[in-house]
C-alpha cells in the first residue's frame, strides 16, 4: 500500500472528484474505493494538513455541515444504525476520516448484497465488498447524492 504525503496524491488514490458526493468551503465527501459497508466514505480536508491540530476552528466548524450530511444521506440510502469516523492516518499523511456505516443485517444496494461482517465489533476496514463490479462505486456515489 503506497503511503500518500500530498494532497494531490491523496486526492488521486482515493479517487475524490470521480467519487464526490458532497463538499463545503473546508471538507470534501467521497465515495470510499474500498467499501467494507455499503456506504462507506471519505472525508477530507480540502487544504493538506497532516495533522488534526493543523485543522482551524473555521474548518472544524464546518466539519459539522459534513457530518449532517452525510449521516443524512446516508440515512436515507443504507438505513444504517451508527456511523463510525475513522482518522488513522498511518499510511496517508492528510487529514480525513473514514465514514464507515455500520448495521446489523442485511442491506440490498445498487443491486448488490451487503454485510457488516464487523457487527457489532471493529468494522473490517479489509473487507472491499462488491470490488469486482466497477460500476457499484458510481451507482452508490448517485444514490448518495440523490439523498442530499
Request: glycine share 4%; charged share 20%; net charge negative.
Amino acid at each position: 500500500m503506497a503511503a500518500t504525503t500530498t494532497l494531490e496524491e491523496f486526492q488521486e488514490k482515493f479517487r475524490v472528484e470521480e467519487l464526490l458526493v458532497y463538499r463545503n468551503a473546508a471538507w470534501t465527501w467521497s465515495v470510499r474505493p474500498g467499501q467494507p459497508t455499503v456506504g462507506a466514505g471519505v472525508l477530507s480536508l480540502n487544504r493538506h494538513a497532516s495533522t488534526l491540530s493543523d485543522v482551524t476552528a473555521e474548518e472544524m466548524a464546518l466539519l459539522a455541515d459534513a457530518v449532517e450530511k452525510i449521516e443524512s444521506a446516508v440515512q436515507k440510502a443504507c438505513d444504517h444504525q451508527i456511523m463510525n469516523y475513522l482518522a488513522l492516518m498511518m499510511v496517508d499523511h492528510h487529514v480525513h476520516y473514514h465514514v464507515i456505516p455500520r448495521f446489523d443485517g442485511a442491506r440490498e444496494v445498487a443491486g448488490h448484497t451487503w454485510v457488516d461482517e464487523g457487527w457489532p465489533a471493529f468494522p473490517v476496514l479489509s473487507d472491499a465488498q462488491h470490488h469486482d463490479d466497477e460500476s457499484v462505486l458510481l451507482q452508490i456515489r448517485d444514490l448518495l447524492r440523490s439523498c442530499l
